[in-house]
């Protein structure tokens, strides 16, 4: 299983230093998503990250920093539904219902279903789907290796998860709610998780 790591909506103080760590510490992808953030905020947090890394980043706003900086490609939502014309590059998109995941999986590198469980970052946003939807879809071909699932997932959780068929995972309030403590290193444990899936 893939493990991807979401940035926290908001700027804040090392950031970089933490993105930098995280792929210090193995991780694949990051997607880096910052509603509202200007082109140059976007800018001034990629120019702080080592060049190495950049190929490895998935932006969600300003797709033109895909060919500006050699990022990885671009994530569509709600607020930028459209990959910018003629693009060839990796493309993933957030998807809230099964019938999303049916239509976009198939001219997707992968999509996010979301929330699976209820969320740790954004309150009040609770859980869309009972395990036994998620296991018919399963069992339908809808979830498969290119569905990542989001929303509430934990290190206790990787192993339902897994058991339902997903591709991967994607976090955000597991990794970044730890910042300040063992940062790393409960990073380290969730990628020995799901790779052991």
Known sequence: MKLITITMPDFFEGEADAIASLFDAGLENLHLRKPGASYAEMENLLRRLPAEYLGRIVVHEHFQLV????????????????????????????????????????????????????????????????????????????????????????ADRLPEVGSLGFGGVALLGDVWQRKGTDFIGHFKALLRSVSAL
Not at 83 to 98: D, K, N, Q, W
Not at 106 to 126: H, M, N, Q, T
Not at 143 to 154: E, M, S
């Open 67 to 154: 060919s500006s900086w050699k990022l990885k490609g671009v994530h569509l939502n709600g607020r930028n539904p459209v990959a910018p014309a003629g693009f060839t590059g990796h493309i993933s998109r957030s998807c809230h219902s099964l019938e999303e995941v049916a239509e976009y999986k198939r001219v997707c590198d992968y999509v996010f279903l979301s929330p699976i469980y209820d969320s740790i970052s954004k309150e009040g946003y609770a859980s869309a789907f009972t395990p036994d939807c998620l296991r018919e879809a399963r069992q339908a071909g809808i979830i498969d290796a290119k569905v990542i699932a989001l929303g509430g997932i934990t």
